[in-house]
């Protein structure tokens, strides 16, 4: 009764306890990964060593990958300053992670929509295409409304709706017609300002074999059956 915290952690162990565990200091309930259960003080110096080795590399994996991102997205400036670019976007950050079990494409209440996250970013992706790139020819979207709401954001006008672009289907031959599509209007386009069609991951995938981030506007150009790409933008 009338000792504090630190003398009852002084006491001498029963018989019962670990002398380890009960003489561990209080230190050890503070400080993550450096007491483990048992741990004696002699282990600390070890561990401590080993948590800044881990917090170097990632440090060091960060400013490696950086510069090649700042460098992807400037070249991809590049491109889409001189024109004439097919642009695949993908929609920018949601509510969640997958639709509801209720979706219905007509209804937004039904679907994933854009976060005040989302509809920031799309702002700023509208706001850097007005200064850094050519005009925009036209916009194709997907008929989700959270690629909908992306292209009205950040371009400043209605999309037309296009249901290639809608998140693929499972079935295999629907998917292949999709994608077919898709591929139709991209080698049909001749303009000399951009195109821009907002989709999803799953499509862009498809389409490059690349996993773009939300947001993320991949320039591309035919290749064959496929596509080539040009060029990265992250905002």
């Not at 990632?58 to 510069?67: E, G, N």
């Not at 639709?99 to 679907?111: K, L, R, S, W, Y």
């Not at 996250?117 to 850094?132: C, D, H, M, N, Y």
Request: with cysteine; glycine share 8%; hydrophobic share 45%.
């Amino acid at each position: 009764m009338g000792g504090d915290i630190f003398s009852r952690d002084r006491r001498a162990p029963t018989a019962t306890q670990s002398p380890r565990r009960a003489g561990r200091p209080l230190l050890c309930l503070f400080s993550v990964g450096l007491c483990g259960p048992y741990m004696p003080i002699t282990a600390w110096p070890r561990r401590a060593a080993k948590g800044l080795l881990m917090l170097r590399i990632v440090l060091a994996l960060f400013l490696l990958t950086a510069p090649s991102l700042a460098h992807a997205t400037d070249a991809g400036w590049a491109l889409l300053r001189d024109g004439g670019r097919v642009v695949l976007l993908r929609h920018a950050f949601v509510t969640g992670a997958t639709d509801p079990a209720n979706f219905d494409i007509g209804n937004c209440a039904t679907q994933l929509n854009l976060s005040e996250r989302g509809k920031q970013e799309a702002s700023r992706i509208g706001a850097l295409f007005a200064a850094r790139a050519a005009p925009i020819d036209h916009v194709l979207s997907s008929r989700y409304c959270r690629c909908l709401d992306t292209a009205r954001i950040a371009f400043e006008a209605e999309p037309q709706p296009f249901a290639p672009l809608d998140l693929l289907k499972t079935d295999p031959s629907e998917k292949a017609a999709q994608i077919a599509a898709i591929m139709k209007e991209i080698r049909g386009y001749s303009g000399s300002d951009n195109l821009v069609l907002v989709t999803h991951l799953e499509n862009i995938q498809a389409l490059t074999g690349i996993a773009p981030r939300e947001g993320e506007a991949v320039v591309v150009a035919p290749d064959g059956d496929g596509l080539k790409v040009l060029g990265r933008v992250t905002f």
